[in-house]
């Protein structure tokens, strides 16, 4: 069995120079959904992590030569043990991070969709040549020749909601453009994510070009931000330890993408029915745990009515449960989740917001909650809470909304629906925000496109063009004709 290599029963080993090494002290992850031991896994130490980031800047050397071609064969094969494996780490998934089985399935697939077509897209990256004479007084003997180069070691961190998709979207980028990755799964989701790697090794990767780091985050990242042969980092998580890596990174490229808090703008003339089932699922869609999870509505007031209605009949449809069941809304990755979620209901019930819900709370499983008549004096107008609840602000004209989308401290995605091309077009043209929807949810997907977040949501773009761009830089040579 493929993943048995890796694990000492449930003690799960890491990745360094090339061998798994079994740890000295563990990490206990458990699962969201009925509390069980989904394994153990290696709390570094700083030696270890040092170790494992040098083995990676070795390899690195010899891997930049390896033709492009004979780098994706490798990153091709690992696309196909993705998919021959597609049950036991989607049921990993489910049992982790309580993702719905269908969800999990599809993450897997997705995700050797992107590693096809990412290693596509790099065989088409040219570079340019460019000629001297276009400033004006330098000499025409010039000739300058772009082309792209790895950036060296390349730290992928990923977050618990996709450990195999938004891991691989950094690490494959990474890994076809010549770099090594020092790789940092979640904690809660580092189980599948190792078994993942592995998908990598067996794959044919050579040898230390792969490090993985497990243990707390806190602890390891302080040491992973003092790692001299890091070259760029790329990280997707919280707006807050996304600053603080900001922070201690020093002069190297970053990729973030961080907090959300996208609106879904309605505007008068919508078609409710349409815009009730895309904010459903975009609001809903894994509890609510995606940093491009409809996060507020801004409504029109003509039509609130109308619309909260229309949200609540179809939020009593949602399916609320066991992840095995497929149901949409699952537990939630902890306790502490739910707990917050909460605070945000009661702070909003306070100050005057209408409740909904379909269910009452059961440990760290929420309900789908609505929370109409919310006000800007109101938590819930904007911290982001990851969970099953969705605000409603309404709102008296389209410029209103556009004042309340923009007040946010984040910029990830936004919606607007409507069918006054001028009118949509009005607000999508002042909505700060890398990506705007017109009458869709907000979502990452296809994976081709740009994902980028302004302001606090992020700095850099995402997306298989653009994350093969990120992953490495342009290095110029001068020819001199004498
Ligand atoms: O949680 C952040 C992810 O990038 C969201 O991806 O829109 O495919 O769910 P998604």
């Known amino acids: 069995m493929l993943f048995d290599t890796i694990r000492d029963g449930m003690d799960y080993k890491r990745l360094a120079g090339g061998k798994w090494l079994n740890g000295k002290e563990y990490l206990e992850i458990v699962s969201p959904v009925d509390g069980s031991l989904c394994g153990r896994v290696p709390m570094m130490e700083d030696a270890d992590i040092h170790a494992a980031v040098e083995s990676c800047a070795a390899a690195q050397k010899q891997w930049q030569k390896v033709p492009l071609a004979q780098r994706g064969d490798i990153l091709l094969r690992c696309a196909d043990l993705?998919?021959?494996?597609?049950?036991e780490l989607a049921d990993m998934l489910v049992r982790e991070i309580a993702k719905d089985i269908s969800s999990s399935r599809a993450e897997v697939q997705r995700t050797a969709e992107l590693i096809r077509a990412t290693v596509q897209f790099a065989k088409t990256m040219t570079g340019e040549t460019l000629q001297g004479g276009a400033m004006g007084r330098e000499s025409t003997a010039k000739t300058a020749i772009v082309s792209r180069v790895p950036l060296g070691v390349i730290l992928a961190v990923s977050?618990?909601?996709?450990?195999?998709?938004?891991?691989?979207?950094?690490i494959v980028p990474a890994l076809v453009m010549g770099n090594a990755v020092v790789f940092k799964p979640p904690s809660q989701g580092a189980v599948v994510s190792l078994c993942m790697v592995q998908c990598l090794q067996a794959a044919g990767l050579p040898d230390g070009l792969l490090g993985t780091?497990?243990?707390?985050?806190?602890?390891?990242g302080q040491q992973l931000l003092r790692e001299p042969s890091i070259h760029m980092i790329n990280f997707t998580g919280s707006t807050q330890v996304g600053q603080i890596i900001a922070k201690g990174a020093g002069m190297i490229p970053l990729v973030m993408e961080l907090g959300g808090k996208d609106a879904a703008v309605v505007l008068a003339d919508a078609d409710l029915d349409h815009a009730v089932s895309q904010i459903i699922s975009g609001a809903f869609g894994y509890s609510g745990q995606r940093c491009t999870a409809i996060k507020r509505v801004l409504v029109l007031e003509q039509v609130a009515d109308e619309f909260v209605s229309k949200l609540k009949e179809k939020m009593k449809e949602i399916t609320v449960g066991n992840p095995y069941d497929g149901c949409?809304?699952?537990p939630l990755i902890h306790e502490a989740a739910a707990d917050f979620v909460m605070e945000l209901v009661e702070d909003a019930q306070s100050r005057g917001a209408d409740i909904f819900t379909t269910g009452q709370r059961r440990g760290n499983l929420l309900y789908p909650i609505c929370a109409d008549h919310v006000t800007e004096e109101m938590r819930l107008a904007w911290e982001e809470p990851f969970g099953p609840i969705l605000p409603v602000l309404r709102v008296k004209s389209a410029e209103e909304a556009v004042r309340i989308a923009n007040k946010s401290e984040y910029g990830l995605q936004a919606s607007v629906f409507g069918n006054n091309i001028r009118e949509v077009f009005d607000v999508v043209e002042q909505v700060e925000a890398g990506t705007v929807n017109i009458n869709g949810k907000s979502e990452r997907s296809p994976d081709h496109f740009p994902f980028l977040g302004i302001k606090q949501s992020g700095i850099g773009v995402?997306?298989?063009r653009y994350a093969l761009e990120a992953s490495s830089t342009v290095k110029s040579v001068v020819l001199n004709k004498i």
């Open 462 to 464: 995402q997306g298989i």
């Open 328 to 330: 949409m809304v699952t």
């Open 82 to 87: 993705l998919e021959e494996h597609q049950e």
């Open 213 to 220: 780091i497990t243990g707390a985050g806190k602890r390891v």
């Open 159 to 170: 977050p618990f909601n996709y450990p195999i998709n938004l891991a691989m979207s950094k």
